[in-house]
């Protein structure tokens, strides 16, 4: 067994428990630090593919920026130090077998993947991306830069501070 | 990284697909189907990111759309927690299955 492959099954099974973690983990505090694990193991496998730019992006925007967010909002949401809102035996039931059936299909069409031969080199860097970003591919840039402007104002908007309307 | 090929990321990304399909469909704290709905984001960039490596054709595309999803996801996630946030002002709870009038 060479580096690689060891490195991705040591990743891949800590990235999988992590995201189980988050399905089955009762408490919500506990769910997020399981999405940490998640997110740094997609992010350990970025750096894995060679792709290290969107492995960092990764870090940063994801790790450091939305899962704050969101412990922030369960920060602000809970009601107790833990708060837990169960869910039904007959709803993990269907969820649990939506789970499985959608696994299924995905891991049956992903085994029709015929391997290509893998390209050469390693996968381009930041430059190429900068210079895509500024050239081929300006128009979404510009879109998703402005949608991120839109989306901050509105959120702002959404969650000011307002008086209670009925206590 | 030859002898790997694409499967088993692309296993791992379904797996990581699955999870977050039950967690938005399981959850009932409006946070947890947020997580949910960031697992399946994250599944969807893990396949990009192993098809800008193994198909030549999308080696930088694969990394353009997949840095375009992160930040949409981000975006996506601060509309959708100020979304809760008012929902639990008005409502004192982030049980979605309060959420069952159409003006509250």
């Known amino acids: ?100 059936a959608l696994f299924a299909l995905l891991a049956h069409a992903v085994m029709g993947v015929e391997a290509k031969p893998a390209g050469d080199g390693p996968l381009p860097g930041t430059g190429p991306l900068g210079v895509a970003f500024l050239g081929d591919y300006l128009l979404p840039f510009e879109i998703v830069s402005v949608h991120l402007l839109v989306v901050l104002i509105g959120a702002a908007y959404l969650a000011r501070a307002k008086r209670r309307a009925k206590p | 990284m030859s002898e790997l090929g694409p499967t088993p990321f692309l296993i791992l990304a379904a797996f990581l697909f699955a999870c977050g399909v039950v967690c938005v469909a399981a959850k009932r704290n409006a946070i947890g189907i947020l997580m949910g709905v960031e697992l399946v984001l994250n599944a969807a960039n893990l396949n990009l990111v192993t098809f800008a490596r193994f198909d030549p054709r999308f080696r930088l595309e694969g990394q353009v759309f997949a840095l375009l999803v992160v930040v949409l996801a981000a975006a996506e996630a601060a509309v959708a927690l100020a979304i809760v946030l008012n929902f639990y002002n008005t409502h004192t709870t982030v049980d979605v299955d309060d959420g069952n009038e159409l003006k509250g």
Do not use: C, H
């Not at chain 1, 399905?23 to 999405?35: E, P």
């Not at chain 1, 060679?50 to 009601?79: K, S």
């Open chain 1, 1 to 100: 067994m060479t580096l690689p492959v060891a490195l991705f099954a040591v990743v891949a099974t800590a990235t999988a428990v992590s995201a189980l973690g988050v399905v089955l983990s009762q408490r919500i505090v506990r769910s997020a630090v399981w999405l940490l694990f998640t997110l740094v193991g997609v992010a350990v496998l970025y750096f894995l593919l060679g792709a290290e730019f969107l492995g960092a992006a990764q870090l940063v925007v994801y790790v450091g920026g939305t899962l704050v967010l969101v412990v922030f909002g369960i920060m602000l949401t809970a009601q107790g130090p833990f708060d837990t809102l169960t869910t039904r035996p007959a709803e993990w039931a269907v969820g649990g077998t939506l789970g499985v």
